[in-house]
């Protein structure tokens, strides 16, 4: 590691009722890979936007290189080296990979228009640093989730930065385009690069990091080696306390009662006919690649995206299921992995956001919202599902990503319903709330609701179901009991190479 080119110190940061900084310090130094670790909430985030220059600190100084800077605006940033791949996507979808990675400095031709031709070779030659195979001129609208995010680190990285601020850049990657981008990092880091890195990921950290730096509650608890902590260690400064299991125990066994029953489900050029059983107190999870049709299948059920067929019973009952509007109405929720454009209307408050799927909850007469008692069904969930908000009218874009899941988690619950589909319900989310959203899982399972859990993470769909739908390219290809199975019988399900 070389020497010290970025450095925060006596950091504070306030928002109206947080304290989202306290004079928190961190320092970068070129040629290191530095993870910044904490729960939601911790800060991390915020930190990097004022070292972004998305915001301006209330106090404390940044220093480049040993001379004091101040970032009032991201150009400002830019100009000193500093770049930063935001976890949620900052992409305009109509545009093409090539006018998004060179948007503000277009090149142009002799003319006057946009010189598109070197635009698309330079954007060439940044995509062959990451060994992705993606026309230039393709519209980011018509490229995969995965993919998008690589486009995106392919934009920091074309800005010849410095400093890189990677903020859960492998959130939405497979498993060969994580090792892509963990090269690419070694690369960049051999270059005297020096990258922050934050991920939840643990497990990710062995692969690349150098340095630790644990927040929690605003402040900079600790800096150390990576190594000189144990994992466990790391975990108990993150959140303050033992986490003695990583999931709660599985002490509820499923009824031999069918809740839900679908048979024939099936979507041209999407999904392969299929058929498949929920039982009441069951876990069931959906596991497979990406790509491979986990997330079209739980679109497909909730009335999301058209299908050729699908037949659905709930206890026993045959119900239409067109639109998502009748899936609500037949008990059923959708936890979307996209959850700030599908699950919330950011704008609004914790408030309006808990009770908009059940807004009959909340009227004194018809048609009528009743402020008081949506404010008091929003508080109540609030307080139950301990999501970390100054007041319930809080804006939902100023909340951490794991508290705003819970936002999206309590308007489900305050629907009453009895099909919870959860899409990667624990995505850019730290392992206190992991084990949250587990134990708040396993109670409703105790209470008879069915959940369905899709997820990219093995050991969370091992450690969390009763049994598990395995998923590839489209097709179910495997049912299986999750006290019977293991890792590599699913991989290999999932590969399409059979049992």
């Known amino acids: 590691?070389?020497?010290?080119?970025?450095?925060?110190?006596?950091?504070?940061?306030?928002?109206?009722?947080?304290?989202?900084?306290?004079?928190?310090?961190?320092?970068?130094?070129?040629?290191?890979?530095?993870?910044l670790l904490g729960e939601n909430g911790a800060g991390k985030s915020t930190l990097m936007k004022i070292l972004a220059g998305v915001q301006e600190p209330d106090s404390g100084r940044l220093l480049s290189r040993g001379q004091e800077v101040r970032f009032r605006n991201t150009l400002d940033a830019r100009a000193a080296g500093i770049g930063i791949i935001f976890q949620e996507l900052n992409l305009i979808p109509h545009l093409t990979v090539a006018q998004n990675l060179f948007i503000g400095r277009e090149w142009k031709t002799p003319w006057g228009t946009l010189d598109e031709a070197r635009m698309n070779r330079e954007t060439m030659d940044v995509l062959a640093k990451l060994n992705l195979k993606i026309p230039p001129a393709t519209l980011v609208k018509d490229l995969p989730i995965s993919k998008q995010q690589m486009v995106e680190i392919a934009k920091a990285l074309s800005h010849e930065s410095e400093v890189l601020i990677m903020d859960e850049p492998t959130s939405a990657l497979t498993e060969a385009e994580i090792d892509e981008l963990f090269?690419?990092?070694?690369?960049?880091?051999?270059?005297?690069?020096?990258?922050?890195?934050?991920?939840?990921?643990?497990?990710?950290?062995?692969?690349?990091?150098?340095?630790?730096t644990i927040f929690r509650d605003g402040k900079s608890i600790s800096t150390t080696q990576y190594g000189e902590l144990s994992m466990d260690e790391i975990v108990n400064r993150m959140v303050g306390r033992d986490l003695v299991n990583q999931y709660p125990p599985r002490n509820n066994l499923?009824?031999?009662?069918?809740?839900?029953?679908?048979?024939?489900?099936?979507s041209s050029?999407?999904?392969?006919?299929?058929?498949?059983?929920?039982?009441?107190?069951?876990?069931?999870?959906?596991?497979?690649?990406?790509?491979?049709?986990?997330?079209?299948?739980?679109?497909?059920?909730?009335?999301?995206?058209?299908v050729d067929s699908k037949t659905v019973r709930i206890n026993g009952e045959l119900v239409a299921i067109h639109q998502p509007t009748d899936a609500i109405r037949h008990g059923l929720a959708y936890l979307s992995e996209d959850r700030k454009h599908e699950?919330?209307?950011?704008?609004?408050?914790?408030?309006?956001?808990?009770?908009?799927?059940?807004?009959?909850?909340?009227?004194s007469l018809p048609g009528i919202v009743s402020r008081s008692r949506e404010w008091e069904a929003a508080q109540k969930w609030v307080d139950e599902l301990n999501i970390k908000t100054p007041t319930i009218l809080q804006k939902v874009n100023n909340l951490s990503g794991g508290n705003q899941q819970k936002v999206v988690l309590a308007k489900w619950l305050f629907r009453e319903a009895k099909v919870l589909i959860f899409d990667e319900p624990t995505r850019g989310i730290d392992v206190g709330a992991k084990y949250a959203i587990y134990e708040l899982m396993e109670a409703l399972a105790r209470r008879g609701v069915g959940v369905i859990m899709i997820s990219s993470e093995l050991?969370?769909?091992?450690?969390?179901?009763?049994?598990?739908?395995?998923?590839?390219?489209?097709?179910?290809?495997?049912?299986?009991?999750?006290?019977?199975?293991?890792?590599?019988?699913?991989?290999?399900?999932?590969?399409?190479?059979?049992?």
């Open 254 to 266: 499923p009824t031999t009662v069918k809740l839900m029953e679908v048979t024939n489900l099936a």
């Open 1 to 35: 590691m070389g020497e010290v080119i970025l450095k925060a110190e006596d950091i504070s940061k306030s928002f109206p009722g947080v304290r989202a900084l306290d004079q928190v310090r961190f320092e970068l130094r070129s040629g290191e890979v530095h993870a």
């Open 459 to 499: 050991p969370e769909i091992l450690g969390m179901t009763d049994r598990i739908l395995v998923m590839h390219e489209g097709t179910l290809a495997a049912t299986l009991t999750t006290a019977l199975t293991n890792q590599q019988e699913i991989l290999a399900f999932a590969s399409g190479l059979g049992a």
């Open 269 to 306: 050029g999407v999904l392969a006919p299929m058929g498949f059983d929920l039982y009441r107190g069951e876990i069931l999870g959906i596991a497979g690649l990406m790509g491979s049709g986990r997330t079209e299948l739980a679109r497909a059920l909730f009335g999301a995206d058209p």
């Open 183 to 212: 090269e690419v990092i070694h690369a960049l880091r051999n270059r005297g690069v020096g990258i922050i890195y934050i991920s939840h990921r643990l497990d990710e950290l062995q692969h690349i990091v150098d340095r630790v």
């Open 343 to 363: 699950g919330l209307a950011v704008r609004m408050q914790v408030a309006e956001n808990i009770t908009m799927a059940n807004l009959d909850g909340v009227c």
